[in-house]
């Protein structure tokens, strides 16, 4: 973004001038085996610590090692780190890393005009270049003049740092995505001492690679502190942002719901047990979870995703808190399954982390177009809740949410995240637990009339029996029940009453959520955005924006997606346009509409990305009618 | 961990519950039913630490009749729901009823992955070799040739040998018996009895869509002419003159039924040995119209949910408890 000040820091024994940057997105791009993941999370982490809010935005391939150079095998990584509140991974890049031509070609349309581009010039051999479609070298043909090009033959560099540490060629120059780091800490001011520990515990049985990649990681410093950077790069800084006081981590959204499970299961009093097959991008959920079986967690990696549903419909019937975990797919294959734990009026949490679709569809990329898949997908009348969460770290408060209704409602309950959130990281104030307000469960063991399909008259929940009981011995399945006994039952009216009975019991959900609120802007006015999920961090930083020109808009964002909040019908009346934009080709436009009848129109983007803030912005500007001149967004330090 | 009460303080009749048995009159699932309920009672385990998991079918309805918990769930799925009950609630005595469709059609994979996971439950395969509750379709036991609605020209499919299958998936304990056995409910006591997955395969009549295929082997008059029960050590002779047997053939190195007589003598039977796969694999399907019944294969082995519990028990003591404040807090953090 803009340069606002300059300061003076003192490196080794030398006055450094650096320009003081109050906002910065750098895209690391390269082949699927450059370790561009690697590089950029510990860039994100690394600017964490040193106090940056900041989000990140892991873009890689289904494809675990596409062939070497390919476009399609190019693997990305984006971080945004500020000295401000940072919503997103960021628009256009202001700095690109490209490893390779395939990761120049891929990403260079996505630069800001005047970005830095650090290049590593020994990729751009004439057999890459041809692999990633470039008929001229456009390091030599004037084609990258319009940006600041650090271009520097770094895998060359990277080997005459590790030699002394006796690694192949090949192995040493693996430490290139570390030397290239080491270059980005000097430019952009970073502490390189929090890498070089991670370098230290990632490979502690391997010492000679720790010592290779510390090596790799200082002479890439070094070199970017004694090396005449070209016309237009400085040395820059990025200051500390405010954020609210308190303990700080780093946090993605796939870690956050595992953890936020755990916690619920806490509140509630039971062990976990979570079945689950692996899928990405949901496949973390079980590797975090495995971990904590000093927590009274049981993890049970099932033969697949209808095994795993149904792993965690039996421990609840067990008197277990029954958890599955799983993307789109895995989704569809469990439908079947979770009617059944609707119908024995079981508690079950559902952790669908959504992907783009149909089918297979796009696995490592993000979207939202489950949402009516979870709402409505199942044969049958078979209502169920269904959440979401809008940030990484907010996938932890959401899970606590999922398991409270679960066991409180005695229903499965679905919590929708995306791929976006689930790898996406951000630094995340670690919540008072103390706040949160313990749900322990109490199960029947009262023998006197028992009735295993008793209904509270007011609630329509019917208490959970742990299988186990003395005295409470019971059948359940999948056959409509007769309300009260659970025999078996074809009679016409009591089919009706607990059809209705299972209905409205999901509609009390909304007398123990929160209800709608709008979250920026006024209570009334031109035009509202209604979103939910991810899309969370675009719409606030748009809608900020648009505020802050003067415009009416607002922002409502829902966490609860059936049954939806109260007062929302009559917040949405406010406005003279209602807006949903959706990483989906419409969906909760389509709720709105069948709800409230209320004219709701949609932004859909289902390109595998998130929405970017301009994106929004424009919209907004077309709906309100407002003339604008195209902002001309140049990159960081450009002026 | 099992709880059991003494011997002969509970009767079959704990076991029933009070729902009007909705069999078809004659169907051998009712001699099954009574079987269980007498183990159960034998076994003295009380009806509130027994599950029985069915998934869909006929046979799949045998949880309603028990007086213990019970979970009739969807169809092919009562492996994967049992094993969630067995690691949520160790305590159970946990029993999966299925049949040839349930268990080997729809949810084929599951009876894979249950018994080479070695899960401590007692399956019972109800084999009719047809679909009975959606009338009379073909079923993968079911014979080449049989004429059903869906193959009104006879069955083009390839059997699967049920035993076989479980012996192949690397069950620990694979029995088989027929509906009207008196020695049923005695093979259910030695399943329970079993720490894993136990396998007991039941040929079972369906007096509506394929009545008397198992006439032959479980007729009282015929059946000893066409059937052998194995027993541990024991020479393998049958018969009703006890006048065949089975032995090693010189030439296959296979199990091969013979007559006595003629030079073959006893001795030259083979001796039942419950722990050989190989034998286990040929008694699963004999040539000849013998059907072999009994414990077919049984070694001892760790049971899944043991194994999981262990683990979270060394963990837990490894690692000692952690509490949330520490998981969020472990790793890096920083203060603002």
């Known amino acids: 973004m803009t340069a606002t000040d300059s300061n003076e820091a003192s490196g080794e024994g030398q006055t450094v001038t650096r320009e003081e940057l109050d906002s910065v997105v750098i895209r690391f791009a390269g082949d699927s085996g450059d370790g561009m993941q690697l590089t950029g999370s510990q860039f994100g982490a690394t600017s964490a610590l040193m106090g940056n809010d900041l989000s990140t935005f892991p873009d890689y391939p289904a494809e675990i090692r596409a062939p070497a150079g390919t476009t399609y095998g190019v693997s990305g990584f984006q971080v945004h780190f500020a000295s401000k509140d940072v919503r997103t991974p960021g628009d256009a890049p202001d700095v690109l890393v490209a490893m390779n031509p395939a990761a120049l070609m891929v990403n260079l349309p996505q630069l800001k005009p005047h970005g830095v581009l650090v290049i590593n010039t020994d990729a751009f051999t004439k057999a890459n270049l041809k692999k990633a479609g470039y008929e001229a070298n456009p390091l030599e043909d004037h084609s990258l003049d319009a940006y600041r090009l650090l271009a520097v033959d770094i895998t060359k560099r990277t080997l005459e740092a590790v030699r002394p540490h006796g690694l192949s060629s090949k192995n040493g120059a693996r430490c290139k995505n570390v030397w290239t780091l080491g270059l980005l800490y000097w430019l952009f001011d970073r502490d390189p001492a929090p890498t070089t520990q991670w370098l230290e515990t990632k490979f502690k049985k391997k010492p000679d690679i720790a010592e290779a990649n510390k090596a790799a990681l200082r002479a890439g410093h070094i070199f970017a502190e004694n090396t005449a950077l070209p016309n237009g790069i400085h040395p820059y800084t990025v200051p500390k942002a405010e954020l609210p006081k308190g303990t700080y981590r780093s946090i993605d959204g796939n870690t956050a719901a595992a953890y936020g499970v755990v916690m619920g299961a806490k509140l509630a009093g039971l062990p976990v047990m979570y079945g689950s097959y692996p899928i990405t991008p949901a496949s973390a959920l079980l590797h975090h979870l495995a971990k904590l079986k000093h927590m009274d967690v049981t993890t049970f990696q099932a033969e697949d995703e209808i095994a795993a549903v149904c792993s965690a419909i039996g421990a609840s019937f067990g008197g277990a808190l029954g958890v599955t975990g799983t993307s789109g797919p895995g989704l569809a294959l469990k439908t079947e399954a979770v009617g059944l734990a609707i119908g024995a009026e079981l508690p079950l949490v559902i952790v669908d982390v959504q992907r783009g679709g149909p089918s297979t569809g796009l696995p490592t990329k993000t979207e939202q177009s489950d949402l009516l898949f979870a709402i409505y997908g199942r044969n049958g009348d078979a209502p169920l809740p269904v959440l979401a969460a809008a940030t990484p770290g907010d996938c932890f408060h959401m899970a606590v949410e999922a398991v409270r209704i679960a066991t409180q409602f005695m229903t499965p309950v679905i919590l929708l995240t995306d791929g976006y959130l689930a790898n996406g990281a951000e630094p995340w104030k670690i919540p008072d637990l103390d706040a949160y307000e313990p749900f322990p469960v109490t199960f029947q063991t009262e023998t006197e009339n028992f009735q295993p399909f008793a209904h509270d008259p007011e609630t329509g929940i019917r208490r959970w029996v742990k299988a186990g009981t003395p005295g409470l011995m019971y059948r359940t399945g999948g056959l409509e029940k007769a309300d009260g006994p659970g025999n078996i039952s074809y009679d016409p009216d009591n089919h009706q009453a607990m059809t209705t009975m299972r209905a409205d019991k999901i509609a009390r959900v909304a007398d123990s959520i929160p209800e709608a609120v709008i979250e920026q802007g006024e209570a009334t006015g031109e035009l509202v955005y209604v979103g939910w999920g991810s899309t969370h961090g675009a719409i606030t930083q748009a809608v900020g924006q648009l505020l802050g020109e003067g415009h009416s808009v607002s922002h409502i964002h829902l966490r609860y997606m059936n049954p939806l909040p109260k007062g929302l019908e009559r917040l949405l009346r406010g406005f003279k346009q209602v807006v949903v934009p959706e990483m989906n080709n419409g969906m909760l436009d389509k709720v709105l509409r069948a709800e409230f009848l209320i004219d709701a129109k949609g932004v859909n983007k289902v390109k595998g990305l998130p929405f970017q803030i301009h994106e929004l912005v424009e919209d907004a500007y077309q709906r309100l009618g407002v003339n604008h001149e195209h902002s001309n967004v140049i990159a960081m330090g450009a002026e | ?336």
């Open chain 2, 1 to 336: 961990m099992n709880a059991t009460i003494p011997a002969n303080a509970l009767k079959k009749k704990d076991f029933a519950s009070d729902q009007d048995v909705r069999w078809c009159p004659g169907c051998g699932d009712y001699a099954i039913l009574s079987g269980v309920q007498k183990a159960m009672a034998e076994v003295g385990a009380p009806p509130h630490q027994v599950a029985i998991v069915s998934g869909i079918g006929c046979s799949s309805r045998f949880p309603y009749y028990m007086g213990t918990y019970g979970f009739h769930s969807i169809h092919g799925r009562a492996p994967a729901i049992a094993t969630g009950v067995k690691l949520a609630n160790p305590e159970l005595h946990v029993w999966v009823i299925t049949g040839d469709g349930d268990g080997f059609s729809i949810g084929g994979n599951h009876m894979l992955h249950v018994l080479r996971r070695n899960v401590d439950l007692n399956i019972i395969l109800f084999n009719n070799e047809i679909y009975g509750l959606t009338k009379g379709q073909y079923s993968p036991t079911t014979e080449i040739g049989h004429v059903t609605p869906s193959s009104p020209y006879g069955s083009i499919d390839q059997p699967v040998i049920p035993a076989r299958f479980a012996l192949g998936a690397g069950a620990g304990f694979v029995a088989r018996g027929y509906d009207v056995a008196k020695e049923l409910s005695a093979l259910f006591v030695e399943a329970h009895a079993h720490q894993g997955a136990s396998f007991v395969e039941v040929l079972q009549n369906c007096v509506v869509f394929n009545d008397g295929i198992f006439e032959e082997v479980a007729n009282k008059k015929t059946g000893s002419d066409h059937h052998i029960w194995v027993k541990n050590g024991e020479p393998m002779i049958f018969g009703k003159a006890q006048d065949k047997g089975i032995r090693v053939s010189p030439k296959t190195g296979h199990l091969e039924v013979v007559a006595l007589g003629d030079g073959i003598t006893e001795d030259d039977l083979c001796r039942h040995d419950e722990t050989n796969v190989e034998r286990a694999w040929d008694l699963a399907h004999m040539e000849g119209g013998l059907t072999a019944f009994g414990v077919l294969y049984r070694v001892p082995g760790v049971a899944y949910d043991a194994a999981v519990r262990q683990q979270l028990a060394d963990v837990k003591a490894q690692k000692g408890n952690l509490t949330m404040e520490e998981l969020l807090r472990q790793g890096h953090t920083w203060d603002v």
